[in-house]
């Protein structure tokens, strides 16, 4: 088999020196380039043509998915995508992803992904199904009370619990846990996709709350909230979000 143009996109530049170091060990791989945010991502892989792209699908300025619909239609290479986030795992194989690789994983995972890309390649593709099973058979679901946040270059693995509430402030998130606030970049939308939503609620287009840390509810202007947390913080409610904030206090009326 001739050896596959390879393109590496991860923002992270320890996990483009790891990614890098385990293909070393393919000799049908040969690495061509790399990126490390969404333009850049589309400038290389117009500039090489690779046959196969490792796609981190969390970078700045565009993410993975952008990255693919910015390409010419007849020209996308195989895409392998590699994140730390299993929700994104359906949506890759929608968009035809070969495989889908959840950080962290190892050279035998990796091994079975470049068995998947080379049937790919020399069209033996698998039935949608069974690929999508073996997609499937890779995610690693976390615990549906534990958040995964990617912060300078780290992830940190918070169980739903220790988070009080979530803030956006200019172009960052801002997750408050007791007296330590961490600043994430990521939209509110993206994130409030990752709670589980029995334990926190949007109050506003740039808060949410956790449901526990609520002590008292006041009526404010034109039909919003003050929301006082357990801690003092005062979280004023948006419109847009009322009949929302309003079963906070519906289900738990005293009778």
């Given at each position: 088999?001739?050896?596959?143009?390879?393109?590496?996109?991860?923002?992270?530049?320890?996990?483009?020196?790891?990614?890098?170091?385990?293909?070393?060990?393919?000799?049908?791989?040969?690495?061509?380039?790399?990126?490390?945010?969404?333009?850049?991502?589309?400038?290389?892989?117009?500039?090489?043509?690779?046959?196969?792209?490792?796609?981190?699908?969390?970078?700045?300025?565009?993410?993975?998915?952008?990255?693919?619909?910015?390409?010419?239609?007849?020209?996308?290479?195989?895409?392998?995508?590699?994140?730390?986030?299993?929700?994104?795992?359906?949506?890759?194989?929608?968009?035809?992803?070969c495989d889908y690789l959840l950080k962290p994983f190892d050279e035998a995972r990796l091994a079975e992904t470049l068995d998947r890309v080379s049937?790919?390649?020399?069209?033996?593709?698998?039935?949608?199904?069974?690929?999508?099973?073996?997609?499937?058979?890779?995610?690693?679901?976390?615990?549906?009370?534990?958040?995964?946040?990617?912060?300078?270059?780290?992830?940190?693995?918070?169980?739903?619990?220790?988070?009080?509430?979530?803030?956006?402030?200019?172009?960052?998130?801002?997750?408050?846990?007791?007296?330590?606030?961490?600043?994430?970049?990521?939209?509110?939308?993206?994130?409030?996709?990752?709670?589980?939503?029995?334990?926190?609620?949007?109050?506003?287009?740039?808060?949410?709350?956790?449901?526990?840390?609520?002590?008292?509810?006041?009526?404010?202007?034109?039909?919003?909230?003050?929301?006082?947390l357990r801690d003092g913080t005062r979280v004023v409610t948006g419109r847009r979000y009322r009949d929302d904030v309003q079963t906070l206090i519906?289900?738990?009326?005293?009778?």
């Amino acid at each position: 088999m001739t050896a596959l143009r390879t393109v590496i996109v991860d923002d992270e530049e320890l996990a483009r020196e790891r990614l890098r170091s385990m293909l070393a060990n393919h000799p049908n791989i040969e690495i061509v380039g790399e990126a490390e945010d969404g333009d850049s991502a589309i400038r290389v892989i117009r500039e090489y043509s690779p046959d196969l792209v490792f796609l981190d699908v969390q970078i700045p300025q565009a993410n993975g998915f952008d990255v693919i619909r910015d390409l010419p239609p007849g020209s996308i290479p195989l895409i392998v995508f590699v994140t730390a986030y299993d929700q994104y795992a359906l949506r890759a194989f929608d968009v035809d992803a070969c495989d889908y690789l959840l950080k962290p994983f190892d050279e035998a995972r990796l091994a079975e992904t470049l068995d998947r890309v080379s049937s790919r390649y020399d069209g033996y593709e698998a039935p949608a199904g069974t690929a999508l099973q073996a997609v499937l058979a890779h995610m690693h679901a976390a615990p549906c009370d534990q958040v995964v946040v990617k912060a300078d270059g780290r992830y940190i693995f918070f169980d739903a619990d220790e988070i009080d509430w979530i803030e956006v402030v200019g172009k960052e998130l801002r997750i408050h846990s007791g007296t330590s606030m961490l600043r994430v970049r990521e939209s509110m939308n993206s994130f409030e996709r990752r709670l589980p939503p029995h334990r926190f609620i949007r109050v506003h287009r740039s808060a949410i709350i956790n449901r526990s840390r609520l002590r008292e509810m006041q009526p404010w202007f034109q039909g919003e909230y003050l929301l006082i947390l357990r801690d003092g913080t005062r979280v004023v409610t948006g419109r847009r979000y009322r009949d929302d904030v309003q079963t906070l206090i519906r289900h738990r009326a005293v009778r």
